[in-house]
């Protein structure tokens, strides 16, 4: 038996989304007392100065669809982002002084663009950013001057294939990029070029199944070796390479059996801070790059987020390391890690106080062909089975970590269990995991999700009867077409601005995604019609039997509202029951805005209660 419904506005799961949040925090580092935070004090995520003295914090944007995103350069002068227009992700870096004030577009004559990133040199000397349009990958670099000056922007290269993971080194004369023109299929190469003349000054490969990408150059003038990782062993390991020599040198990581990814270089040159992951959970060690040792860090369980670049998880001035973490049971908050021991030292900005909430726990059942798949499962109070919600992780190529989730909180304060699990396509399992979908999207994860809810049913955990799916993005996706390709599993599914149909959605996705999305279809959709349509849940609508929801953005530039109206035209020619709800904004909607976030939430528990018969 479900909860009544919580809907009055002081209901346990609406504080939980309202609490105050920091969700990133970065640092100046070469003026550490200035820092850059995002947080959602005013309802929406925006860009706040952060005196890192005082912790005070003084807002710096205001746009109506929020900023999530943004980087201060290492001097601490300005703070950079991509200004686009309700949400669509295309247009134009701006910057805008620490001090604030209006935004000065660093690009006035280009015309707008998708971009997966912008970063600078440790001498705050050089900026570069990559764009993306019908030609390609274009890597572009800007001066910046002294005084206030920004050059002109200069394209340095044209790459056709999927090209990511961005770095510049020190000085600013070398940048590194990874792309996948030489082999396809998310098969990367890390490419060096000189900032001066745009040369070629070094290209690694570990073979045409294999990726090397960069990480992150060191942070010591004059020092042009880099970290970047490879998958030649099945696994992410890192590794450092000088490109204007060709060394390469391994790091000593034996006994470690997952993935590690390097997150941060300290200021001295000296230690690199590393993840490991092993089945969702991570843990960070300190690597000595002269000693060639690795120190286990003594650190909470949990989560750290580690976006790379300085940002969220990073080496402060003195060694010690700031880092972003959260639990199941507590909000994501910016903390400090003793400098040799990595003991928590203290939280440097609270955040919002909340209820009480459910605590998750990692479990692990077998698919269909054997593989092992990890989850993160959650129960609320009482005695099972209950009815169940059944989420997929947005990506693919992302995995869910031991996070805390107010979406999760939401269905266990109502009386459901919840599980989210890490299906084929996620990373952190290793090469043969993460690509077994290639070529096939959906095949492989829809086993995964029946998996998973044959060990919800087993296990005495979830009714058979009242288990439902739910995801955002590519996880919204996967709602849709579990729902038309086993019909028979499911009482219903409430999927966020999700793919309806692959082909449409590469007609009108951005430059950005049509090329991830032909990364991970081997082709486009003229060059493979057959996968893209098997791939596709509109393919499958006469089989689907249980009721739909789906929250769509109508801005969206990675999951296009066009596919959706077709859907929702064709599901309701056949008489299927199917609901659209529809904002105005981009992809991160909700994510960005909190009230509209609450609004989606209590469509969704509406939804469910009527779907169940307990309304």
């Known amino acids: 038996m479900l909860k009544p419904l919580q809907l009055d506005d002081y209901a346990p799961w609406k504080q939980r989304f309202r609490a105050s949040t920091i969700l990133w925090t970065m640092m100046a580092a070469r003026a550490p007392l200035r820092g850059l935070v995002a947080s959602n004090q005013t309802g929406r995520y925006q860009l ?43 247009g134009h870096y701006v910057r805008i002084l620490f001090e604030g004030g209006g935004p000065q577009d660093i690009t006035p004559d280009l015309p707008p663009y998708a971009s997966f990133g912008l970063t600078f040199s440790g001498a705050s000397n050089r900026l570069a950013f990559l764009l993306a349009d019908q030609a390609g990958f274009h890597l572009y670099t800007q001066t910046l001057g002294p005084d206030e000056a920004l050059g002109a922007p200069v394209e340095l290269a044209t790459i056709k294939g999927l090209s990511i993971d961005m770095a510049l080194s020190y000085n600013g004369d070398l940048a590194a990029i990874s792309s996948d023109e030489k082999h396809g299929q998310m098969h990367f190469s890390l490419l060096v070029y000189d900032t001066a003349s745009g040369a070629l000054v070094g290209e690694l490969s570990d073979g045409a199944a294999c990726s090397v990408q960069p990480e992150l150059f060191s942070p010591v003038a004059g020092d042009p070796r880099l970290v970047a990782t490879s998958n030649v062993s099945g696994m992410n390991r890192p590794f450092v390479w000088n490109p204007r020599t060709g060394e390469r040198t391994p790091l000593a990581l034996d006994g470690l059996d997952g993935e590690v990814q ?184 829809v086993e995964d999700m029946v998996a998973a809810r044959n060990y919800l049913v087993d296990n005495g955990i979830a009714d058979p009867d009242k ?60 060059e493979k019609p057959e996968v893209f349509k098997a791939s596709s849940p509109i393919t499958y609508a006469e089989q689907v039997r249980a ?69």
């Open 48 to 90: 706040y100065a952060w005196n890192v003295a005082t912790g005070n914090l003084r807002q710096l944007t205001n746009r109506p669809q929020g900023q999530v995103t943004g980087r201060l350069s290492p001097d601490g002068r300005y703070v950079y982002y991509l200004h686009d227009e309700q949400g669509n992700e295309l």
């Open 262 to 445: 390097t997150v941060d270089w300290s200021p001295d040159g000296k230690r690199l801070l590393l993840v490991h992951y092993s089945q969702a959970i991570q843990q960070l060690y300190f690597y000595d790059l002269e000693s060639h040792t690795l120190t286990r860090l003594n650190h909470p369980g949990g989560t750290f987020s580690v976006y790379g670049g300085g940002v969220a998880t990073y080496f402060g001035p003195g060694g010690e390391v700031f880092a972003q973490w959260q639990d199941s049971t507590h909000p994501t908050r910016p903390v400090e890690l003793d400098a040799q021991t990595g003991e928590l030292r203290r939280t440097v900005l609270e955040p919002g106080s909340v209820p009480p909430s459910r605590p998750w726990k990692s479990v692990s059942f077998t698919s269909s062909d054997g593989q092992a798949i990890q989850g993160w499962l959650a129960v609320p109070e009482g005695e099972g089975p209950f009815p169940t919600i059944l989420e997929t992780h947005g990506g693919p190529t992302a995995a869910t970590t031991e996070t805390f989730s107010p979406d999760s909180q939401v269905w266990l304060d109502h009386g459901f269990a919840f599980l989210s699990i890490n299906y084929r396509g996620s990373t952190t399992f290793g090469k043969a995991f993460q690509e077994q979908i290639v070529g096939n999207l959906g095949h492989w994860e």
């Open 467 to 526: 288990i439902l799916l739910t995801g955002w993005s590519y996880g919204g996706y996967l709602t849709l077409h579990g729902l038309g390709k086993r019909p028979d599993l499911w009482a219903g599914g409430m999927a966020g601005v999700a793919i309806a149909d692959w082909a449409l959605s590469y007609e009108d996705s951005a430059p950005t995604l049509r090329s991830y999305e032909q990364s991970l279809f081997g082709g486009t959709p003229q």
């Open 547 to 615: 009721p739909i929801l789906i929250i769509q953005g109508r801005n969206d530039t990675r999951t296009p509202a066009r596919p959706i109206q077709i859907y929702e035209a064709k599901m309701k020619e056949l008489g299927k029951p199917i609901e659209v709800h529809w904002f105005e904004t981009g992809h991160q909607g909700s994510f960005a805005d909190v009230e509209l976030g609450i609004d989606h939430h209590v469509r969704m528990l509406r939804f469910a209660y009527d779907v169940l018969g307990e309304s």
